[in-house]
C-alpha cells in the first residue's frame, strides 16, 4: 500500500470505527449496484443497520472525508430555491482508496478468522442483519439476498470459531495433570478474552438475535416468501430439469441454511448451550489450576527434584555398599527386627502357633545383629514422638477454624455477587476459592476443607458479566458474575 494511504487507515482505530466502516461499507455496496452513482445523507442514514442520528453520520463522513476515503459533492438535485442551496446538501461516494482500505481490512480479518477465533464484533452483525431480515417485505430482491448471503457467511465463520474454540479448551483441559505455568496462563488467556469479548457480546444481543428469529418463524408464510425471493436470484439454467425444479432445490437449501442459523441460537441441546456447558468446565478446570500453582509456590519441593537428588547421590557414591547405604536412609527400608531373631528355646512355640498367642520375642530396643554378641554395635534406634506433630495440626486446625470463622463474618450472609464481596487475603481467598471450586464441580453447593463453611451458586446464568475479585496485594481473578450465598454449613439448610 502505497504511503499516501497510510494515514487513511486511521479510522480502524477511531472510538467510532462501527460506525465509519458500516458508512464505507454502505457506500462501497452503492458502487457495486451501479443503480445510482452517489448517495445523500438521509439514503445513507437509512441504509445503516445500526441506531444513529443522521447528525452522527455526518460526523462520520466529515472524518472521512479528512481522510480522503469519501469524497462528497454539492447536490442540486432537491434545491429550488436561493435558501434551500445554502442548506449545503451534499452527496457521498467512496473513492478508490476507500475501496482498498475496505479491501485490506477483510482481507485482514479473513486472517483473523482463519485461526478459528471468535469475533464478538459479529453478533452485532447477525443482530444487525436479522433485524433486516425481519422487514424483508421492504427489502428488494437483490438486497434481501445481499442480507442472506452474509448472514450465513457471518454464521458460518461464527460456528466454525466456535467449535475451534471448544476443541482449543477441551485438548488443555485433557492435559491438567501436566500443569505448568506457561499452560495454564495461555489458558486463562483464552478463557478471559472468550469472557471479556464474545460472551460479553452474546449477552448483550442473544435476546434481541432470539427474538428476531422468533418473529420471523411466527410468520411461515412471510419466511417462505423470503427464502423464495432469494432462491429466484439464483437460478441457473439447467438441461435435465425445470425453472421450478432448480428453483425447488435451490430452496431447500436455504432452507437447511436457514434452519441452522435458528436453531444454533435456541433450544437446551443447541450448540450456545454446549458453549455454556464448556465455559463453566473451564472455570472449574481454573479454579482447581489456581489452587494448584499457589500450593506448587508454597511447596518448592516436589518428588521430581527429590529424585534427581538421590540419583546425584547415587551417580557419586563409591560403590555398591554406598549407594545401598544411601537407599537406606533415604526411604527407611531395613529388615524387620522380629522376624530374623532367634527363640531362645526353639521347641517352646508350635510353628502352627498364633503370634497373638505366642511370647513376645527377645527383641532390644536398639539396633542388633543376631550371632555377633548381645548387643550390636550402632547408634540407638530413636522412638518416633509425634506430639510435637500432633501439637502442630491442632494450631493448623485451630488456626484455619478461626479464618473460616473470621471469613464468614467479613462476607454477607444474604446472596451476593462476586463482584460484591470485599477484598480477601490469600488465606481467605483459598477457603473461598475451595468451596467456589466444589459448588462449580457438582452444580450447586461446596464446601471448605473443614466443613464448616457452605457456599451456594445460585445464578450460573449464561449471560453474566464478568468480576473481578481483588485477591491481597493486587491480585485479582476473573469469573463470570455468580451470585452465591455463604453461611457456616447447617445453619438454616
Known amino acids: 500500500m502505497e504511503s499516501g494511504s497510510i494515514r487513511a487507515v486511521a479510522y480502524a482505530n477511531y472510538p467510532n470505527v462501527a460506525l465509519h466502516r458500516a458508512v464505507m461499507r454502505v457506500l462501497i455496496d452503492n458502487r457495486a449496484r451501479g443503480a445510482k452513482l452517489r448517495l445523500s445523507l438521509t439514503e445513507i442514514t437509512a441504509r445503516l443497520a445500526l441506531d444513529v442520528t443522521p447528525e452522527q453520520v455526518a460526523g462520520s463522513l466529515r472524518e472521512l472525508e479528512e481522510l480522503k476515503v469519501v469524497d462528497s459533492m454539492q447536490s442540486f438535485e432537491r434545491v429550488r430555491t436561493a435558501a434551500e442551496l445554502r442548506h449545503n446538501h451534499f452527496s457521498y461516494d467512496a473513492t478508490g482508496l476507500g475501496e482498498r482500505i475496505e479491501q485490506f481490512f477483510d482481507e485482514l480479518g479473513g486472517l483473523v478468522e482463519a485461526v478459528g477465533s471468535l469475533d464478538a464484533n459479529r453478533l452485532a452483525r447477525i443482530r444487525a442483519l436479522l433485524a433486516q431480515l425481519v422487514r424483508h417485505a421492504e427489502l428488494s430482491p437483490h438486497e434481501l439476498q445481499s442480507t442472506f448471503t452474509e448472514l450465513h457467511a457471518q454464521f458460518e465463520d461464527l460456528r466454525a470459531g466456535a467449535a475451534q474454540f471448544m476443541r ?28 471479556s469479548g464474545f460472551w460479553r457480546e452474546l449477552g448483550q444481543h442473544a435476546d434481541a438475535i432470539g427474538a428476531h428469529v422468533a418473529a420471523l418463524h411466527a410468520d411461515p408464510e412471510g419466511e417462505a416468501a423470503m427464502l423464495r425471493t432469494v432462491a429466484s436470484l439464483a437460478v441457473a439454467p439447467h438441461p435435465t430439469l425445470t425453472e421450478e425444479e432448480i428453483l425447488a432445490r435451490r430452496i431447500a437449501i436455504l432452507r437447511r441454511q436457514w434452519a441452522e ?54 551417580a557419586a557414591a563409591p560403590d555398591e555398599e554406598t549407594c545401598h547405604a544411601i537407599h537406606a536412609a533415604a526411604f527407611g527400608l531395613h529388615g524387620v527386627r522380629h522376624l530374623s531373631v532367634p527363640e531362645l528355646d526353639p521347641d517352646s512355640v508350635s510353628p502352627g502357633e498364633s503370634w497373638w498367642d505366642a511370647p513376645f520375642a527377645p527383641v532390644q530396643g536398639f539396633l542388633r545383629r543376631p550371632g555377633r554378641g548381645e548387643v550390636a554395635v550402632g547408634r540407638m534406634a530413636p522412638i518416633a514422638d509425634s506430639r510435637e506433630a500432633h501439637a502442630m495440626a491442632l494450631d493448623e486446625e485451630l488456626r484455619r477454624r478461626a479464618l473460616v470463622s473470621e471469613l464468614l463474618d467479613r462476607l454477607p450472609s444474604e446472596p451476593a455477587r462476586l463482584s460484591a464481596l470485599p477484598v480477601l487475603d490469600e488465606s481467605s481467598f483459598d477457603v473461598l476459592l475451595d468451596a467456589l471450586g466444589m459448588a462449580m464441580s457438582t452444580g450447586s453447593v461446596g464446601y471448605s476443607d473443614d466443613g464448616t463453611l457452605q457456599l451456594t451458586v445460585l445464578d450460573m446464568g449464561e449471560a453474566l458479566p464478568v468480576a473481578a475479585v481483588r485477591i491481597g496485594d493486587g491480585g485479582v481473578l476473573e469469573s463470570p458474575d455468580l451470585l452465591i450465598q455463604v453461611g457456616r454449613a447447617g445453619v438454616g439448610s
Not at 272 to 289: C, E, K, M, Q, Y
Not at 291 to 296: D, K, P, T
Open 168 to 195: 482449543e479448551l477441551s485438548a488443555t483441559m485433557a492435559s491438567n495433570d501436566a500443569i505448568d505455568e506457561a499452560t495454564f496462563a495461555d489458558y486463562k488467556r483464552k478463557v478471559a478474552d472468550y469472557l
Open 261 to 314: 442459523i435458528s436453531t444454533w441460537f435456541g433450544g437446551r441441546d443447541s450448540q450456545l448451550h454446549s458453549l455454556d456447558t464448556h465455559l463453566h468446565a473451564a472455570i472449574d478446570w481454573i479454579l482447581r489450576g489456581v489452587r494448584r500453582l499457589r500450593e506448587r509456590r508454597v511447596q518448592r519441593v516436589n518428588r521430581s527434584s527429590e529424585y534427581r537428588a538421590l540419583a546425584a547421590l547415587f
